[in-house]
């Protein structure tokens, strides 16, 4: 009998299969029994699976496979994967909005066991208010607000105004401000699911004072004003200010929207929750993680009787947050600059140099990038329209597939680099990026662009 080329061919695959080390064996190697210990069994398993794969696959040899399967780790027991931000938004929903500063990080690690959140040490008995750190940081930073209160986040902040303030009543809303918060979400819907009925009033562009004086009657539960965070209408507009919906004798609840406390001095037309509550709003809403730069989390500020008939509904206990954004929204407001602050207010030299440093180190290693000037933006957070001058790393467009996803990721061992193409080049604008990420960022260029 005659072997033919494909029987040869076939036994030397066979041989080569069999000389795929065994899943025991594998965990047996102690970088792979190590890596049990700290990811479980079964996600390790799954790495040396895959590694096993690729060698079937004649990807790689048999004698490879163990290296394999450690490469193959992932960095944590979850698959969230941590990204470096070079879109030039500062706050990219996508891309978890805002960073938390590092003060945030070690207050919500230290309150991730066991801790006091509901206990007194003092007396040893349960504590009068959950949360009472972050409620008078809170206040501390808007001395306006005679009570604060934090939900899940602000669509849940204004769940909870509607329901608790007009379940069966209306809510009087400008048609320029029924707006949608993003993938599909719309604020009407949020607000009529409470069972609150919408009256609308003005036009899409223009709406006056005496449009809502018209529209307020014993009906009313209150007067809802929202910024237009995500789009700007230009032009012939006008709209109701809030001192002056203040005078119409019923509640005006300001969904802020961005979560700024005090004014920016870089952001004029951010409504900031001190400046609202001066001017005479009731209650203030907004975000944690846009412009305050902290954990998802919707915040509550204002007059006392209110907060508290908001924070007293039943619904309020399904919409509270747990000790790691309490933790974590503490410390930012107390502790120092959170990143989404620094980004906003760096200067473009700073950016330019730092920029500038990149491409001279990427240049040593034979890597072609330029400087280029760009505009970065603060993003889904709020001031729709504003730009900030900015630097950016200019590289070939080809590496934007390996940055986001090529062997610079593989193994967990440096972060996927996510910017914008332009013009037929991969631009990374470095305003979204921590300078203390300058170093893993170019290590992330240079291992995208070494030859496979
Ligand atoms: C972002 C935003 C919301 C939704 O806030 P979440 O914290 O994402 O729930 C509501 N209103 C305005 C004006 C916003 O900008």
């Given at each position: 009998?005659?072997?033919?080329?494909?029987?040869?061919?076939?036994?030397?695959?066979?041989?080569?299969?069999?000389r795929i080390p065994r899943t025991d064996a594998l965990l047996a190697d102690p970088r792979l029994a190590q890596a049990t210990d700290r990811l479980g069994r079964p996600l390790v398993k799954a790495a040396i699976a895959r590694a096993q794969q690729r060698a079937r696959d004649a990807e790689i040899a048999p004698e490879q496979v163990a290296d394999a399967a450690v490469?193959?780790?992932?960095?944590?027991?979850?698959?969230?994967?941590?990204?470096?931000?070079?879109?030039?938004?500062?706050?990219?929903?996508?891309?978890?909005?805002a960073p938390l500063s590092q003060a945030a990080i070690g207050a919500l690690t230290a309150a991730a066991g066991t801790c006091d959140v509901e206990f007194d040490l003092d007396t040893g008995t349960r504590a009068r208010q959950r949360g009472r750190g972050v409620l008078d940081a809170l206040r501390g930073a808007v001395p306006g607000a005679q009570a604060a209160g934090v939900v899940n986040n602000n669509a849940a902040a204004l769940v909870l105004a509607a329901t608790?303030?007009?379940?069966?009543?209306?809510?009087?809303?400008?048609?320029?401000?029924?707006?949608?918060?993003g993938d599909r979400f719309r604020l009407p819907d949020l607000l009529t699911s409470t069972g609150a009925r919408l009256r609308e009033v003005g036009t899409t562009n223009r709406t006056t004072v005496s449009d809502y004086q018209q529209a307020v009657t014993e009906q009313t539960g209150f007067i809802l004003k929202v910024h237009p965070s995500n789009y700007r209408i230009e032009g012939f507009t006008s709209g109701a200010t809030v001192p002056e919906l203040a005078g119409l004798g019923v509640p005006v609840v300001h969904d802020i929207g961005s979560g700024l406390l005090s004014p920016h001095p870089l952001l004029p037309d951010e409504p900031d929750a001190a400046t609202s509550l001066r001017q005479g709003a009731s209650l203030v809403?907004?975000?944690?993680?846009?412009?305050?730069?902290?954990?998802?989390?919707?915040?509550?500020?204002?007059?006392?009787?209110?907060?508290?008939?908001?924070?007293?509904?039943?619904?309020?206990?399904?919409?509270?947050?747990?000790k790691l954004t309490l933790a974590a929204l503490e410390a930012t407001i107390a502790g120092p600059q959170p990143p989404v602050a620094?980004?906003?207010?760096?200067?473009?030299?700073?950016?330019?140099?730092?920029?500038?440093?990149?491409?001279?180190?990427?240049?040593?290693?034979?890597?072609?990038?330029d400087v280029v000037a760009t505009e970065a933006a603060v993003g889904g957070g709020g001031a729709p329209g504003v730009t900030l001058p900015s630097s950016a790393v200019a590289l070939p467009e080809d590496l934007a597939i390996p940055l986001r996803a090529g062997p610079a990721v593989r193994g967990g061992q440096l972060p996927p680099v996510v910017g914008r193409v332009e013009k037929g080049r991969l631009l990374l604008d470095l305003r979204s990026v921590d300078p203390a990420d300058d170093t893993r960022l170019i290590a992330a260029i240079l291992a995208a662009a070494a030859p496979a």
């Open positions: 009998m005659v072997a033919t080329v494909d029987d040869l061919a076939q036994a030397g695959q066979s041989a080569t299969r069999r490469a193959e780790l992932p960095a944590t027991a979850a698959s969230l994967t941590p990204v470096l931000n070079a879109t030039g938004v500062i706050v990219h929903t996508n891309l978890g909005r608790a303030l007009a379940t069966g009543k209306e809510i009087v809303i400008s048609r320029g401000e029924l707006i949608e918060i809403t907004a975000s944690g993680d846009k412009l305050l730069g902290g954990p998802q989390a919707g915040i509550i500020l204002g007059e006392e009787t209110l907060v508290r008939r908001l924070l007293r509904h039943p619904l309020a206990r399904a919409l509270r947050v747990d620094r980004a906003l207010s760096v200067s473009p030299a700073a950016l330019a140099d730092r920029a500038e440093r990149v491409v001279a180190t990427l240049a040593a290693h034979a890597v072609p990038a």
